[in-house]
Every structure is written in C-alpha cells, then in structure tokens.
C-alpha cells in the first residue's frame, strides 16, 4: 500500500478496541466480531450497524467471525473532524451487545436524538483518555483505504458463506477542515 493510502480500516479498528478498553458502557461490546465496512448513502446517515446472521451463514474476516456490519457512510467521510467521527462510532457502538445488537438502544427503543446525546457525551469523555497516536486517523485528510463489500450479506444470501474473497480495500477520501487535521501517516 502506498503511503499516500493509508490503511483505514486497521486503524480504525485499533480506535475501536481503544474505545471499549477506555469506556464502561461499550465494555461489552466485541470488536472481532465487527465487520467494519464503508457503503453508500442512506439517507442522512453516517454510519449503521446490523446484524449479518440473518444475511449470511457466516462472515469470517481477517480469521474472525464477524456478527455485526458497522457501516461507514459518505457523511462521516465528508464532513467531520475527530470529535465529530470519534461520536458518529460510539453512537453506532452503543447500540452492540457482544456479538448482537442492544434491542433498547435500537430506534425504534430510543431516539436517535438520545442516543446521539449520550454518544457525544461518551466521546467528549474518552478524548483525552484515549491515546492520541489512536484518534489521529480521525483527523486525516486525504485518500484512505477502507473495506467494502465485492458482495455484500442480504438476507437472499442467507444460506451462503462470506469471507475475505467477498470484501476489498477501496480507496475513499476523508474530508477534514484546515484547522482540524491531523498527522496521522
């Protein structure tokens, strides 16, 4: 990979480990089991999560059975910073339990208002509990490489099995103000 690439989703899954260490309420969320992805615009979104065991016999990864898609969306891409992304993740990690989804931290359980206002909350607080060398990535600006689906999970695909043969790296570009880059790579 080229320096100018620089590998995103490794990253981003190392931020993801750091920020169950550091936080209680993410604690029992399995970051192994993440199939951390980016995909196409839905709406206003920036990022989603569900469940792949309703699309996929299975999804094995990198070695590691993946039960819950975190999707990244062009939002988080395009606009934001690393306090805005770092509360865009902890909002979609809330709503994970171990390798399932926490049905009362769905939306249609809590609103996105609430859910967002404790995801805020929660990244204010590990900002400076986290190490800044894991939240740099978060301020990048510039082309990264992140994991897509070549085929993605639907619930047609129910009875068939994904792997590293069904994902690949794609370039995606990350913009961040001027005044709020960082020095990641």
């Known amino acids: 990979m080229s320096a100018h690439r620089p590998d995103l989703t490794t990253a981003l899954e190392h931020l993801l480990r750091e ?14 089991a993440l199939a951390l992805v980016t995909v196409s615009a839905h709406g206003l979104a920036a990022a989603s999560v569900r469940e792949l065991d309703g699309c996929a016999r299975s999804v094995v990864l990198g070695g590691h059975r993946r039960r819950i898609e975190l999707a990244l969306r062009p939002p988080f891409f395009l606009a934001g910073d690393a306090p805005a992304r770092l509360a865009t993740l902890a909002h979609e990690l809330l709503h994970i339990d171990g390798p399932r989804l ?10 996105h208002r609430a859910l967002e206002q404790e995801a805020r909350a929660l990244a204010k607080d590990l900002l400076p509990r986290l190490p800044a060398r894991a939240l740099l990535c978060l301020a990048h600006h510039g082309e990264v490489m992140l994991r897509a689906w070549r085929h993605r999970p639907t619930e047609a695909t129910k009875r068939r099995a994904f792997d590293d043969d069904d994902v690949y790296l794609q370039p995606q570009i990350l913009l961040t103000p001027a005044d709020r880059r960082g ?3």
């Open 19 to 32: 920020m169950v260490e550091h936080s209680p309420p993410l604690q029992r969320v399995d970051v192994d």
């Open 102 to 111: 926490r049905a009362e931290n769905l939306h249609g359980k809590k609103s």
């Open 183 to 185: 020095g990641w790579w």
